[in-house]
Nanobody, 124 residues
Framework: QVQLVESGGGLVQAGGSLRLSCAVSGRTFSSYSIGWFRQTPGKEREFVAGISLSGRSTDYIDSVKGRFSISRDNAKNTMTLQMNSLNPEDTAVYYC?????????????????WGQGTQVTVSS
């Protein structure tokens, strides 16, 4: 069993920054690719960014490219999502997911474990 715990969400003004963290325990962290997703009421969970098992490959949706940066520390079993230049459209609950494959996926159904989520609210 794998446990994921997100932290770092909160309320920030437009243009501000937040740093989300995802701590993973229970299995070898380096065995999983990790994705960050976000979800708003009534909508499906949306892929935001992902990092491969090795950490050498990252992927972002177009709307966050140049603003968000994902990284992982396999020695500390943590992954972070640095979010800069936030805008109100980034408001959502953010989830980290672990996938037992070398590469991330844009589909939430392909992830094996999820954290409980952390709320990010960007005010205009």
């Amino acid at each position: 069993q794998v446990q994921l715990v997100e932290s770092g969400g909160g309320l920030v003004q437009a243009g501000g920054s937040l740093r989300l963290s995802c701590a993973v325990s229970g299995r070898t962290f380096s065995s999983y690719s990790i994705g960050w997703f976000r979800q708003t009421p009534g909508k499906e969970r949306e892929f935001v960014a992902g990092i491969s098992l090795s950490g050498r490959s990252t992927d972002y949706i177009d709307s966050v490219k140049g603003r968000f940066s994902i990284s992982r520390d396999n020695a500390k079993n943590t992954m972070t999502l640095q979010m800069n230049s936030l805008n109100p459209e980034d408001t959502a609950v953010y989830y980290c997911g672990a996938r037992s494959r070398p590469w991330t996926s844009y589909s939430a159904e392909e992830y094996d474990y999820w954290g409980q989520g952390t709320q990010v609210t960007v005010s205009s």
